[in-house]
């Protein structure tokens, strides 16, 4: 007998949470004036949680859900930041019709029960 691939339970109910965490903050974003660019854009180097844009800005954001809002605030890691990063650049030099606009890195960080918080250039690039 072949055996089972299944994910394990507790990385299916981390995916779920997260593609929910990433829809609140997609609707928190739109409510604020942002268009939604892409969503979970994979680059060979990194992955962008949610790439938005308001006037002359695109905003490359990484969201994080936890049970409370301090303990996402400390989960993007600089690993993570330097993925970001990376993925970013890949994303610009294919999307030139966006070359002349500013760039930033924000986060969002999702708790139940509480209203997203929008960290605005939480990193910057030379981290």
């Given at each position: 007998?072949?055996?089972?691939?299944?994910?394990?339970?507790?990385?299916?109910?981390?995916?779920?949470?997260?593609?929910?965490?990433?829809?609140?903050?997609?609707?928190?974003?739109?409510?604020?004036?942002?268009?939604?660019?892409?969503?979970?854009?994979?680059?060979?180097?990194?992955?962008?949680?949610?790439?938005?844009?308001?006037?002359?800005?695109?905003?490359?954001?990484?969201?994080?859900?936890?049970?409370?809002?301090?303990?996402a605030?400390?989960?993007v890691?600089?690993?993570?930041?330097?993925?970001?990063?990376?993925?970013?650049?890949?994303?610009?030099?294919?999307?030139?019709?966006?070359?002349?606009?500013?760039?930033?890195?924000?986060?969002?960080?999702?708790?139940?029960?509480?209203?997203?918080?929008?960290?605005?250039?939480?990193?910057?690039?030379?981290?």
């Amino acid at each position: 007998m072949a055996p089972d691939r299944s994910p394990a339970p507790d990385r299916v109910a981390a995916f779920r949470t997260g593609l929910s965490a990433e829809s609140r903050a997609c609707a928190w974003l739109i409510a604020k004036g942002y268009r939604i660019l892409a969503r979970r854009y994979r680059s060979g180097v990194g992955e962008i949680d949610v790439i938005a844009r308001r006037r002359n800005l695109v905003a490359f954001i990484e969201v994080k859900a936890r049970s409370r809002i301090d303990d996402a605030a400390w989960a993007v890691t600089p690993q993570q930041r330097l993925r970001i990063i990376a993925a970013a650049d890949v994303w610009i030099a294919g999307h030139p019709d966006h070359a002349a606009c500013d760039f930033r890195f924000d986060a969002i960080l999702v708790a139940p029960r509480r209203l997203p918080r929008h960290l605005i250039a939480a990193f910057d690039a030379s981290v």
